[in-house]
């Protein structure tokens, strides 16, 4: 049977700092030459590492956007408070294709279909035997 060498403490050390630079779990683990899957076990089986792994993630992620929000600070930046709206409320603020609908246009469409089947359909049965299908098929996306 195979047995993991866990990571070494000065892995760990790495492993964070490397996280701290805000490098992703993968590419640490490369540049420890260890492998992704070895360290992301490492961080679910050692709580202690867990929350260090953590706190490096957030300093980092803090870092970034701290730089981001001092440079939207610049109105000559301005670019880089939308980058920060467009990810963090991209339902309201990303740009759309011209194509694409939104959930809501979706719906009201669906609505309108389910009107016109009801309407156009004068077999109760039959109306009931499409409802039923279109109801499973929503399900069957929602999985």
């Not at 610049?74 to 959930?103: M, N």
């Amino acid at each position: 049977m195979f047995m993991r060498k866990p990571l070494t403490s000065q892995e760990r050390g790495q492993v964070l700092a490397l996280l701290s630079a805000g490098y992703s779990r993968t590419t640490a683990a490369k540049c420890i030459h260890r492998s992704p899957t070895t360290v992301q076990r490492e961080i679910e089986e050692c709580s202690e590492f867990a929350e260090q792994v953590a706190k490096a993630e957030e300093g980092s992620e803090m870092f970034y956007l701290s730089c981001i929000r001092r440079a939207a600070l610049k109105e000559q930046y301005w670019r880089a408070a939308a980058w920060v709206l467009e990810r963090r409320l991209p339902e309201r603020y990303a740009s759309k294709k011209p194509e694409s609908l939104t959930a809501e246009q979706v719906q009201k469409f669906m609505a309108a279909c389910l009107q016109i089947i009801a309407e156009e359909l004068p077999d109760a049965e039959q109306r009931e035997r499409i409802f039923n299908r279109l109801e499973s098929e929503l399900q069957s996306q929602e999985r």
